[in-house]
């Protein structure tokens, strides 16, 4: 089989979980924040998601039945869902989770995920409350402060290095013990 260079950089659709109907999700959103396809756990979920918004994260809640058959089908919902409501897009399905934030980075939002994912199916209360307490933890360690500090003290090591470096060389370049006098060796004649 050949594949195509065309075939291979071509970006993939957007492909959304099986019977969900975006402005069916848009419309049960603009209630109170949160969509569930079956009903199931909405006013406990409600509660969670204006939890959220009272900590200053705009959260809307989407929980689909099953699993999808890729999990990124799970982000593709929350990015289409988060072109109309703005803020924090949650999408739990049984084991996975899906987001999308025009405000919190994405490295932030996956960090919450990590200890939302795998509650099971029936349990996306447990996993919203989770994902959000997340989220209203302070900041842990900054990486690019850190990153920064490192190279910094890089730079300075290496700057010091070439500093001592370059005096020992001007030390060695001055003769040592060169005495002074007339030429004459001792030779007779």
Known sequence: MTVTQTSVFTPMAAELPPNVDIATIDADLAQDHVATLTGKDEPALAEIAADARAHGIPLSIVVVPGNPGHDSSLRDLATEVGKT?????????????????????????????????????????????????????????????????????????????????????????????????????????
Do not use: M
Not at 89 to 99: A, E, K, L, N, Q
Not at 107 to 128: F, M, N, P, T
Not at 138 to 159: D, K, M, N, R
């Open 85 to 189: 409501q703005h803020g924090t897009v949650v999408v739990f399905s049984d084991d996975w989770i899906g987001t999308y934030s025009d405000s919190i980075t994405r490295s932030r939002l996956e960090w919450a995920e990590d200890k939302a994912k795998y509650q099971g199916g029936g349990h996306s209360v447990q996993a919203a409350r989770i994902f959000v307490d997340r989220l209203e933890q302070p900041e842990g360690t900054s990486w690019t402060a850190i990153t920064v500090v490192l190279l910094v003290g890089l730079v300075a090591a290496i700057g010091g290095l070439y500093w001592v470096k370059s005096r020992r060389a001007a030390e060695e370049s001055v003769p040592v013990g060169v005495s002074e006098g007339t030429g004459d060796r001792g030779v007779t004649g």
